[in-house]
């Protein structure tokens, strides 16, 4: 009887080890698979000024990092000053933007498939915090720019950025007459304009203090969830990703019966952590 009892208690231990490890989330914790994202996310020690957040889990290098916050960077020889100056209280939200772009892992549920040359990826619909789209439309809003798309129509024949032939630079506030328009239009809808505020863990944050932790871990936990149970995402999914799978080896699978008549009755199987806590 002891021995059962010993075969019984260490199975109970494989057990319990089973259920507290969930399968790993493909929407969280990622990068996306772009020019100058890493393949994994993870700790990177220094990260430049506005990008700095993010050190300790992040999908950019300490070099994308430096280049993001250049006029003129290597990143993708964009020039934010194709209708004068920018001024820099506005250029630090694009700078802001940058950052979140290359070094967030917590942008999952969003990315979607790019038919770009320079990347397989990029993220839609992004849902930013109203605070964060209002305070870059307000510091901006007498900045000037020609175009309302910033993604594709550009004249790239000096090898930068410049506005096409004909086109006329215009107040931000007549481009973009609301922050609304201007964080959805700006970027082919990468982002998405809402009512929620930073805090409510319903909404994605460009500026956040990391000294109170990274607010976008739990806003990707919430909306992988809510992806993962709406039924479009269930036709998508493949078997197994959708709750915690218990992968147990074949000696344990042998013995589950003998531990399983050996368990007090009432005693728990092999469970699966269900997303309702979240």
């Avoid at 430049?48 to 006029?71: G, L, Y």
């Amino acid at each position: 009887a002891g021995t059962g009892m010993g075969v019984g208690q260490a199975l109970l231990v494989l057990l319990a080890a089973c259920g507290a490890m969930p399968a790993k989330d493909p929407l969280l914790d990622v990068c996306m698979d772009a020019k100058h994202h890493k393949a994994k996310p993870g700790p990177e020690g220094l990260l430049h000024d506005q990008c700095a957040p993010w050190k300790d889990n992040a999908c950019c290098t300490a070099n994308t990092s430096s280049e993001a916050h250049k006029d003129q960077s290597y990143l993708y020889n964009f020039n934010w000053n194709h209708c004068g100056l920018m001024p820099p209280k506005c250029k630090r939200h694009f700078i802001q933007d940058t950052c979140l772009y290359e070094c967030s892992p917590n942008l999952g549920p969003w990315i979607d498939q790019a038919d770009s040359s320079w990347r397989r990826e990029r993220i839609l619909h992004v849902p930013l915090c109203r605070e964060d789209c209002e305070e870059w439309w307000e510091d901006c809003k007498d900045y000037v720019t020609c175009k309302e798309n910033w993604h594709k129509g550009w004249n790239w024949a000096t090898g930068t950025n410049r506005c096409p032939w004909g086109s006329m630079c215009r107040p931000f506030s007549h481009v973009f007459p609301r922050p609304k328009d201007l964080c959805e239009k700006i970027w082919s809808n990468s982002y998405k304009y809402t009512t929620e505020r930073r805090g409510s863990g319903r909404c994605i944050q460009m500026w956040f203090d990391p000294a109170q932790g990274n607010p976008n871990v739990v806003v990707a936990k919430y909306y992988a969830w809510k992806k993962r149970t709406s039924p479009a995402w269930n036709d998508d999914t493949t078997p197994g990703t959708d709750e915690a799978v218990c992968a147990l080896p074949w000696p344990v699978l042998v013995l589950l019966p003998l531990a399983l008549a050996l368990l007090p009755e009432g005693a728990g199987g092999c469970g699966s952590r269900g997303w309702g806590s979240l």
